[in-house]
């Protein structure tokens, strides 16, 4: 039994070699790991264990993260508890939103209403297998920060959607009530 190191969003074999086991999912036939850890191939079974328990997030918890990556139909996001007071980056622990716990009513994609580096205000509405499932389907959650995703500018909310102060451009999201407004 070897083990390696893989990350979240780690392409870690295919549906045709592999079973995914814990701290994976699927996507168009290949198996990606959703956690930090160690890749484990127990008898065809892939799985991946996490380095850091999770002990200090519990379900329900409102937690602020980082999309830091897209893999249709889910993102991984990057956490840490409370305000987000705290600096990201570090270490942090990741978790993983679906596309349908994005909002009420049906999101095809996570792209969208998130981009990667948007940072959103979510909340842990499911915990298995180690893996942390956000939710971000009430009003006061959503991305408090968004980010032109063409030229990575701050984006300023106009009516319902966001407009980057540099370039112009609209872009769509789920935004939580407070939008640049909150601490962050
Ligand atoms: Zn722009």
């Known amino acids: 039994m070897d083990k390696k190191l893989v990350a979240p969003g780690d392409c870690i074999g295919t549906e045709?070699?592999?079973?995914?086991?814990?701290?994976?999912?699927?996507?168009k036939e290949k198996i990606y790991s959703t956690l930090s850890g160690d890749l484990v191939d127990n008898a065809k079974t892939l799985s991946v264990a996490q380095k850091r328990p999770l002990a200090a997030f519990g379900i329900g918890t409102i937690i602020v993260g980082v999309i830091e990556n897209v893999v249709e139909p889910i993102a991984l996001v990057s956490m840490q508890e409370g305000s987000g007071h705290q600096r990201f980056g570090g270490n942090p622990d990741y978790a993983v939103l679906h596309a349908s716990m994005i909002k009420r009513?049906?999101?095809?994609?996570?792209?969208?209403?998130?981009?990667?580096?948007d940072i959103?205000?979510?909340k842990i509405a499911d915990m298995r297998n180690g893996e942390m499932r956000l939710s971000t389907d009430s009003?006061?959650?959503?991305?408090?920060k968004a980010f032109c995703s063409k030229c990575r500018h701050g984006m300023a909310l106009?009516?319902?959607?966001l407009e980057c102060e540099s370039c112009g451009r609209?872009?769509?999201?789920?935004v939580a009530n407070d939008y640049r407004k909150a601490e962050i």
């Open 120 to 122: 959103i205000r979510a």
């Open 16 to 27: 045709e070699e592999y079973l995914p086991g814990a701290g994976t999912f699927i996507d």
């Open 105 to 117: 009513g049906y999101v095809k994609n996570v792209s969208d209403e998130y981009k990667i580096g």
């Open 158 to 161: 106009n009516g319902a959607v």
């Open 139 to 144: 009003d006061n959650l959503g991305a408090i």
């Open 170 to 174: 609209k872009e769509n999201r789920k």
